[in-house]
């Protein structure tokens, strides 16, 4: 009953606030039960995720956030529009965090719509619990009608502290990996490959010192939805017939899912926020820290099972679309794991000159990419980058001043990640002039892929769509041993974070930052290059 009266209180708290257009969130540490067991975690409003912020596009927003645990915390609304000293990243434009028992006010007008969300940027905070998500509605209403919304988090949970967990990695970088090839793998590869072509894979492995199993750096967790594990089971209700959005956001720190609802198609009407035009798919693989917006239309009277399975297929993300609460659809079997290929390596340094003399010792070497194995069975459609066109005409169909590069490495042994040959500690920050027009091309030369997210500014993503219909992202899939490129124009100053959204990828030294000049500023100078520079590294020509 208690519980009924502080929910409802909350409840009139939320509609006071954004009547008001002050929102309140309060940061504390509680105990959550998802596992069976209660578990301290980080939670918001004595929740996690956080509550569901809806906002309306040209509000003017004030969010007062409370820290009560006994470490500086913070807010970044991520994919959103903000003044720079409202990013939430300390020790950028003159954030310091915020400190325990204190509180900061977040203020800054919404200029733009659809489903984005916000997490810590202190430490490992966002792991444990510290996120939540945002719904920005257009002032005309929604573009896409449908008689049912959901937001849906997926997140990914663990008993273990984060801390902890870095310190694994760093001691073993294949601490977590449990999915090593056995024996039975092997002569399954002899009876698809020869005795000599599995014998050929294996030791080429070996001499790399990589094994193809490992796709996640981190196993063990509870995947959810909407906070709920599986047994929980978060249930969207509609009536047959309805149109029901479901607000896909991966919330997870180390996770990514690939997405379906078996029996449903789902139309895709928005990628990070930002509206495309529909396409129709029957599953979707997403990054940290992506967003998709879906329709689905059940005909039937009976439970729909919504699917997220994290690629290294060691559990399931569940939730279920029903007519009435109870129901529960079928749950269907793991797909096989997929395993890394040398098309995942392509750039890996010194594969290049390798690459003839392998395929001249294994011509039957599987050269596509491992990754990418989703396991979609024949006849369904999985949702690609290149399927993405954004809805309208973009604003600048420009082409780029320059191009950056952005190398993305590391050393997993030491487990170290790099941009451009630098941990964070050591980066220089890419400095642009106002309204620059810049690609960016990531390589990637390690064997995990990467969402690249930047703060600040959406990107265009290079998909194979004329200029004029790139998608708009602000964060961008760069699959292991490939290149993407993205065009930015740099319309926002500030210094804006930019790093990979895998979290213990940032914590171990994946991060940078973009500097874009005030309008008529000069772009500052940076350290001339000199031989002790890492290959790869970009200086700003102007």
């Known amino acids: 009953m208690q519980k009924g009266i502080a929910a409802f209180c909350f409840g009139i708290l939320l509609a006071s606030s ?229 607000r896909f956001i991966n919330a997870s720190a180390m996770t990514f899912f690939d997405v379906r609802i078996p029996g449903l198609k789902m139309t895709v009407v928005a990628a990070d926020g930002q509206d495309v035009e529909p396409v129709t798919v029957d599953e979707f693989r997403f990054g940290n820290a992506e967003t998709y917006d879906v329709i689905v239309q059940p005909e039937e009277d009976r439970a729909f099972t919504l699917v997220a399975e994290p690629i290294d297929r060691t559990g399931f993300a569940l939730g279920t679309l029903a007519t009435r609460e109870g129901m529960k659809g079928d749950v269907p079997p793991h797909r096989p794991r997929a395993l890394l290929t040398m098309a995942d390596m392509g750039n890996m340094p010194g594969m290049d000159m390798d690459m003839g003399s392998m395929m001249a010792e294994m011509p039957d070497m599987d050269m596509s990419s491992g990754w990418a194995k989703a396991g979609t069975p024949e006849g369904d459609k999985a949702l690609s980058y290149a399927d993405l066109r954004y809805l309208g005409t973009q604003k600048d169909t420009r082409k780029p001043d320059q191009e950056v590069a952005v190398t993305l490495g590391g050393n997993m042994q030491r487990y170290i990640w790099t941009i451009n040959g630098r941990k964070h500690e050591d980066a220089v920050p890419i400095r642009l002039a106002y309204g620059e027009r810049v690609r960016l091309k990531f390589t990637n030369e390690t064997m995990m892929a990467h969402p690249m997210h930047l703060h600040g500014m959406f990107v265009q993503l290079e998909n194979g769509q004329p200029a004029a219909k790139m998608p708009n992202k602000h964060t961008v899939i760069v699959p292991p041993g490939q290149s993407v490129s993205v065009l930015l124009t740099a319309d926002e100053a500030g210094q804006w974070a930019f790093h990979c959204h895998l979290m213990y990828h940032m914590l171990a030294g994946m991060m940078t930052s973009i500097e874009v000049a005030k309008p008529g500023e000069a772009v500052p100078p940076v350290a001339s290059p000199s031989s002790t520079t890492p290959a790869g590294e970009h200086y700003h020509a102007h």
């Open 18 to 246: 954004a009547m008001a257009d002050t929102y309140y969130l309060d940061i504390a540490r509680r105990p959550v039960n998802v596992t069976g067991s209660p578990v301290e975690a980080i939670t918001i409003n004595e929740t996690t995720p956080g509550p569901t912020l809806h906002l309306r596009e040209g509000e003017d927003v004030t969010i007062q956030v409370t820290n009560h645990l006994d470490k500086p915390t913070s807010i970044h609304w991520h994919g959103m529009l903000v003044p720079p000293a409202m990013d939430g990243v300390p020790g950028l434009n003159g954030f310091p965090g915020i400190a325990p028992g204190e509180t900061f006010t977040y203020r800054f007008r919404t200029r733009q719509t659809g489903t984005y969300w916000y997490h810590a940027h202190s430490s490992s905070q966002e792991q444990a619990g510290n996120f939540g998500s945002i719904v920005i509605t257009p002032k005309g209403g929604e573009r896409v009608r449908s008689d049912r919304d959901y937001v849906v988090v997926l997140s990914d949970f663990t008993k273990e502290d984060p801390d902890a967990i870095l310190s694994h990695l760093k001691m073993d970088d294949e601490f977590y990996n449990f999915h090593r090839l056995t024996v039975g793998d092997f002569f399954r590869k002899a009876r698809e490959k020869g005795l000599a072509g599995a014998w050929n894979d294996s030791k080429m492995w070996n001499q790399m010192r990589m094994t193809p199993t490992d796709l996640s750096d981190v196993s063990g967790y509870t995947f959810l939805v909407n906070g709920r594990s599986p047994d929980q089971n978060w249930t969207g209700i509609f009536k047959p017939g309805e149109r029901v959005r479901l």
